[in-house]
């Protein structure tokens, strides 16, 4: 399977926790990028890589959020210090170079914080 | 600022035709998309408008009116399969961002 894969699937952990997610895009696509998740909602746009540069970071991100993409292949978004509203779905999506390429999304990571 | 608008939830019949409206409000625009959210799934890329006018992929539709920042999703011949949610989603200039709205959640019944 050659489309993009996240790891954890499903992550329960206590509140004050850290927790690390893993991302592996498509292989040739040069654009990343995480999304939050909750029930009813859209995806919430988090941050975006071009290679290994994070181009772009939410304002709504704390700074308990840190994402990154270091020889421009796979990326990880780490939480410290969890919290219970942290509990959410984060995808992961990959697209190619191209401004108007579609998104292709990985299946998520499903967070709950205890 | 941006904003992206589109009803809750829409009822349909198997068989039907289905148009799911999106308004948006964004401070720079490269393109709309519609994606297909199946319950517990990854989001699926449906269509993408950056020009005025609709492209018609099967079953499925999608118009575009930049100047009223305006789109809508027709799915013709509705099957049992086609419900999920529907995010319309805008591509902001320059920064490749893509913005997604709430979605619609489209229930097909027999």
């Known amino acids: 399977d050659t489309g993009v894969s996240q790891d954890p699937r499903h992550k329960i952990t206590k509140r004050g926790q850290n927790v690390t997610f893993r991302c592996d895009p498509i292989?040739?696509?040069?654009?990343l990028y995480w999304y939050r998740q909750t029930l009813g909602q859209g995806p919430e746009f988090l941050t975006y890589?071009?290679?290994?540069?994070?181009?772009?970071k939410s304002r709504l991100l704390s700074d308990r959020f840190s994402a990154e993409r270091p020889k421009g292949s796979f990326s990880t978004l780490e939480i410290q210090r969890t919290e219970q509203g942290d509990s959410a779905m984060y995808l992961c999506?990959?697209?190619?170079?191209?401004?108007?390429?579609?998104?292709?999304f990985g299946e998520g990571s499903r967070l709950t914080v205890l | 600022g941006q904003n992206i608008d589109q009803p809750t939830e829409m009822t349909a019949t198997e068989g039907a035709i289905v148009q799911i409206n999106c308004t948006y409000q964004?401070?720079?625009?490269?393109?709309l998309f519609w994606y297909q959210q199946h319950a517990g799934e990854a989001p699926t890329f449906l269509s993408y408008n950056v020009l005025d006018g609709l492209e018609e992929k099967g079953r499925f539709s999608s118009f575009l009116s930049r100047s009223k920042g305006y789109s809508y999703l027709l799915l013709k011949e509705l099957q049992m399969k086609d419900s999920a949610s529907y995010l319309c989603a805008v591509l902001n200039t320059g920064g490749f961002k893509t913005i997604f709205g709430a979605g619609t959640r489209l229930f097909v019944k027999a």
């Open positions: 999506a990959s697209a190619s170079g191209q401004a108007t390429g579609e998104l292709f």
């Open positions: 964004t401070s720079g625009f490269n393109g």
């Open positions: 890589f071009q290679n290994e540069a994070q181009l772009e």
């Open positions: 292989s040739e696509h040069n654009r």
